[in-house]
């Protein structure tokens, strides 16, 4: 007998936690520019890559899972479909939207990392 399950969350937390949470799924975010390097800011017209690193903390794989990657007001995502420099993690299924880009894969507790622009 087959079971799925599926959990939503929306909107934010009008305080943010005071440090990190790991529980069950590991994700780390970063922009960096064209040079790989790690930026907090970009000129309007300059293209930047977001780096996603993902693993699992508690098991050895989580399969099927999504990530919704918010993208900062005014940033639209590349057509380009090739995975940057880097990347060790393909999703199976990647979803570009106008303020977002999603992302279908397994997670392994391996860090896995994937770049889109």
């Known amino acids: 007998m087959a079971a799925y399950y599926s959990v939503s969350e929306s ?23 064209m040079k ?9 017209g300059d293209e930047f890559w977001v780096r996603l690193r993902l693993r699992t903390t ?10 919704v990657d918010l993208l900062p007001g005014g940033v639209e995502p590349t057509l380009d479909r090739q995975a940057g420099p ?8 990647v979803d570009r939207r106008d303020d977002r880009v ?16």
């Open 11 to 33: 909107g934010f937390d009008r305080n943010p936690p005071a440090s990190e949470i790991s529980r069950d799924l590991e994700v780390i975010h970063e922009f960096l520019d």
């Open 36 to 44: 790989g390097n790690v930026t907090t800011k970009v000129k309007v």
């Open 58 to 67: 508690n098991r050895e794989r989580v399969n099927q899972i999504a990530v």
């Open 86 to 93: 880097g990347s060790t993690w393909t999703p199976q299924y």
């Open 102 to 117: 999603i992302l279908y894969g397994d997670a392994t507790k391996t860090a896995a990392t994937t770049l889109t622009k």
